[in-house]
Structures are given as C-alpha cells and as structure tokens.
C-alpha cells in the first residue's frame, strides 16, 4: 500500500541517473570486450538496486568476491566506479547490491529467487538472467541489472519485465534510432 510519505523509487530522479550510470557502465565494458564471436574471458555482471535496508532475507555472500575498496558510489565517482565495476566483471562471481542512496555493498551476493514468482523466461537467458528477473519482482528492488557474458547484452529488469540490448543497439536511445 502507498502512502503520501512512500517514495516512489523507479520514478526517482536520482534513482534513474544511478541506474543509467550503471547501465552505461555495463555497455562500456562489452563494448570495450568487442570479441563476442570468441568469448573466452568475457565479462559478466549481476547488479540490483535495493530500497530497504537489507538483503539477508533473500541473499546470502558469496564466498570471498568482494566489490573493490575503491568505485562504491557510482553517481560520486564515475571513473573508479567504472573501474571497479571491471573488475568485478571480469574476475567476481554473484550480484552488487547497490542501494537507492548509490552505495555498493561490500559483499557480493547470491539471490534465493522468491517462491511464488510467475514470470517468463526468453530463450536466450542464462543463470544470471534468470535470477534478475525473479528477483526484480520483489517489493524492495528497484531494478536489476546484467551484463551477460555470452553475448554482451545489457538488460534492464524491473517488476518481472525487462528491456534487453544488444551490442549492435547500445546508444541507440541517444541517437534517436
């Protein structure tokens, strides 16, 4: 139920400006890979963007993958943000979880998919996809967010949908195409 005093995150301006951040970011990094036809040592991210305070009703860690010391505020820090974001792509394993405020937990994360969720899976997803749609599905995430190592797409996923980009697209919404 909504309230006079609830805000209304996937409208929130700020909100908005963290997940195009993030989202620019992901597309940097597969644009910056460019070898999909090969993708031996691609990249690949999970990240969501939470609203309440915290996860551990639904995720557990992920052993030893860590989000780097430095790039934890994207919308404060874009290039160590980038940076980070890499390097996590590259050599981590679970999701970020990155609150509306714009900080990134420490710890990376495994999601446990809710129980009653009826969504529709695409072909075309892994894993990782799989997981964020599920999980975008639940009341205190925002949106999540992959790169997928297979074919570099970015897809964006809130409330059981989600909007999907390949390579070949990214830019396209600047463009005007």
Known sequence: MSGSLDLAYQSHD??????AVVRYCLEGIAVGFGKWED????PGAYLAVVSGSSVADFADPMGDNY??????EPLE?????YEALRTVAYDCDGAAV????????EQLVRFRSPRDVEVEYEP???ARHMSA???STRDDVVATLTLSEETGRVTVFQNGTFESTPPERFGERWRGK
């Open 98 to 105: 990155v609150s509306v405020d714009g900080i990134i937990n």
């Open 67 to 72: 989000w780097p010391e430095t790039g934890r």
């Open 77 to 81: 820090g874009f290039d160590a943000f």
């Open 124 to 126: 075309w997803m892994g």
């Open 14 to 19: 700020r909100v908005g400006r963290l997940q």
């Open 133 to 135: 749609l599920d999980v």
């Open 39 to 42: 993708t031996a040592g691609a």
